[in-house]
């Protein structure tokens, strides 16, 4: 027996769920997003795989994807209920599993922790488990720790199992680009390219201090373990504490008088406090998001005085916030996020899950 990490992630979740509920559209190209119309303003939030074989993916303006799909494409609003209720029944199949502890991370995946002599046969399982209690179809990665088993999943994507330990792991990622490790996203692939750092293997030999110069001691060290692909190996079944809440609109006309962008940071910042308000949690710190047209994209932020519960204090910071912003700019977007004090028994370790994203 050993001890074994498995990544379950949904195929294509939220088109899925939509292919379920409508079977005639089966084998079209199908797009998910906003209210369904693209000649609004909103972004994709998942296609299905035949659309995505046009290039169509998940957070592309649903404008640009129109003119993209071809004439067969669907185009469904966002059904936040749905996806909510289908994500419960997927990861109450998968604790079903005997010896499984699992730590939900997202509408549609999940790790879990388990000990076997057989983890293929326990990726079969989870999958046989799913597909049962919802007609979904899933892919698992198996790993000797979690960021393995969240890099194997990619491989054995659509439907399939990949496993992928200490054994394999130049074998399968050495010559692959450091933008293909979780964690490593395109700025930070960038600043390791301007170190010569290309591929995992060249940032698995990379010089810690150089890494620590540029990344600071912590991520210094957290990349260069990555490119070995050190990770935890801890899958923590702990219920997940959201650390903010936040609203954002995507305006279908610009905002362009300093009265119309104060009126909507009025909306939002007191939906993103009622949100934390419902938890019976203080605001700590809140956030303004900004896009002018025709896309650009700033944020800022500022931590309160001290922790608050009144309504007011929260919108008076965020419009704080938006005083300084450039008000001769057209705004398309915005968006405002309070951050909450965690409760003493919230989890104090950085595990970042993606709620309810679409």
């Known amino acids: 027996m050993a001890d074994w990490v498995l990544h379950v992630d949904m195929d294509q979740f939220i088109a899925a769920v939509e292919l379920l509920r409508r079977p005639e559209l089966a084998g079209l190209p199908v797009i998910v997003g906003g209210r369904g119309d693209p000649a609004e303003r909103a972004v994709v939030s998942t296609a299905s795989y035949e659309a995505r074989a046009y290039g169509i993916g998940s957070g592309m303006p649903l404008k640009i994807a129109a003119r993209k799909a071809p004439e067969d494409a669907v185009f469904l ?3 936040r209920e749905a996806y909510e209720s289908a994500s419960q029944d997927v990861m109450a199949a998968l604790r079903t599993l005997p010896g499984v502890v699992l730590e939900v991370v997202g509408w549609d995946e999940c790790f879990l922790g388990l000990s076997t002599a057989d983890p293929e046969q326990a990726a079969a399982e989870a999958q046989a488990a799913v597909f049962e209690a919802t007609g979904l179809r899933c892919s698992v990665g198996i790993g000797d720790n979690r960021v393995r088993a969240k890099i194997a999943t990619g491989f054995g994507k659509p439907g399939g199992v990949f496993r992928l330990t200490a054994e394999n792991w130049f074998e399968v990622m050495g010559e692959k680009p450091t933008r293909d490790l ?11 390219a301007s170190h010569g750092v290309d591929t995992v293997r060249q940032l698995a030999d990379a010089d810690q201090a150089t890494l620590v ?7 210094g060290v957290w990349y260069r373990e990555l490119g070995e692909g050190i990770g935890p190996v801890l899958v923590d079944p702990t219920p997940w504490v959201a650390r903010s809440h ?18 909507a940071i009025r909306v939002l910042a007191g939906s ?26 700033r944020t800022s932020g500022r931590t309160l005085p001290a922790p608050t519960e009144r309504r007011d204090e929260v919108i008076d910071a965020a419009l704080a916030l938006g005083a300084a912003l ?33």
């Open 246 to 263: 936040s609203r954002e609109t995507t305006y279908q006309q610009n905002l362009v008088t300093t009265e119309q962008v104060e009126a």
């Open 326 to 358: 450039d008000h001769d700019r057209e705004v398309r977007l915005l968006g405002v996020r309070a951050e909450m004090t965690m409760p003493d028994d919230g989890d104090p370790i950085e595990r970042t899950p993606v709620r309810g994203r679409i």
């Open 213 to 219: 110069a540029e990344f600071g001691p912590r991520m």
């Open 272 to 297: 993103a406090f009622d949100d934390c308000a419902a938890e019976g949690r203080p605001v700590a710190r809140v956030h303004l998001k900004v896009r002018y047209a025709p896309f650009e994209t």
């Open 77 to 79: 609003p966002v059904d």
């Open 182 to 192: 979780w964690g490593v996203g395109s700025r930070v692939s960038r600043r390791l």
